[in-house]
């Protein structure tokens, strides 16, 4: 892995890792209103899914460009799985959770559910990169990478 790709790994994971699993819980701490802190931290989890978009695909591009192939396919398949999980929660599940609100921003019958879910696919996405920055690290120890 070249020092380019994994500083994108870099980034791009720890966004993930920071905003899920620091950023958000803060926000429903200190934050007025639940629904507040809902819609900080909903707006927080877009930002991600688009750097996820863009990181994750400059990580492929990166890829085919050098017509990498050993070791490579892992990596692939973890990169887009972590599109692939993020993009559903944002643009499948997230829309249901919208409607699943009372007018007045509340949450809903049905909600719960889905914010699981929701939960569940980030936390898939979340696994799934700290075993793609696992496999960059050992790819860097590789002699000629970097």
């Known amino acids: 892995m070249k020092v380019g790709e994994a500083l994108i790994q870099t980034i791009w994971i720890g966004a993930l890792w920071s905003v899920g699993y620091l950023v958000a819980p803060v926000l429903f701490e200190y934050l007025e209103t639940p629904a507040e802190a809902g819609r900080v931290a909903g707006a927080l989890f877009t930002i991600v899914t688009w750097l996820s978009m ?29 599109m692939l999980l993020l993009g559903t929660s944002q643009w499948v599940v997230r829309p249901m959770m919208e409607a699943a609100r009372l007018p007045d921003g509340t949450p809903a019958e049905g909600f719960g559910m889905l914010h699981g879910v929701s939960a569940t696919l980030y936390l898939m996405a979340s696994l799934a990169g700290v075993l793609l920055v696992g496999l960059g690290a050992r790819r860097l120890r590789e002699p000629g990478a970097g």
């Open 54 to 82: 863009i990181c994750g695909g400059l990580l492929l591009l990166a890829t085919v460009r050098a017509g990498r192939q050993r070791g490579t396919t892992l990596r692939n398949y973890l990169i887009i799985a972590i």
